[in-house]
Nanobody, 122 residues
Framework: VQLVESGGGSVQAGGSLRLSCHAS????????MGWFRQAPGKEREGVAS????????SYADAVKGRFTISKDNAKNTLYLQMNSLKPEDTAMYYC?????????????????WGQGTQVTVS
């Protein structure tokens, strides 16, 4: 399984970015996929997750109403649309797969991780 993120960059506050995560060798739609982020000196935290088998989407409170997670199964790609970005959204963003769904924003549930893409908001 290989997860490759893209779409990060530097934007001004109030701007938008769309992250993508292409999954190779992974077609287990019964498990959850998610986006996590880690700022310097902080723990990795869940941002958004999608569990298709349950029809469930979850967001961290800090991003509700601003971020949207989606998935294109035909392209094996997970997306995170980020709008109204704030400086506190600055972090390395990681894609994850294989989540069991008990707590979809818990990083310990996920078996597979990408290498991350940097988002900087100033």
């Amino acid at each position: 399984v290989q997860l490759v993120e893209s779409g990060g960059g530097s934007v001004q506050a109030g701007g938008s970015l769309r992250l993508s995560c292409h999954a190779s060798g992974y077609t287990y739609n019964r498990f959850c996929m998610g986006w996590f982020r880690q700022a310097p000196g902080k723990e990795r935290e869940g941002v958004a997750s999608i569990c298709e088998s349950e029809g469930r989407i979850s967001y961290a409170d800090a991003v509700k109403g601003r971020f949207t997670i989606s998935k294109d199964n035909a392209k094996n790609t997970l997306y995170l649309q980020m709008n109204s970005l704030k400086p506190e959204d600055t972090a390395m963003y990681y894609c994850a797969a294989g989540g069991l769904g008990y707590d979809p924003l818990d990083r310990y549930e996920y078996n597979y991780w990408g290498q991350g893409t940097q988002v900087t908001v100033s």
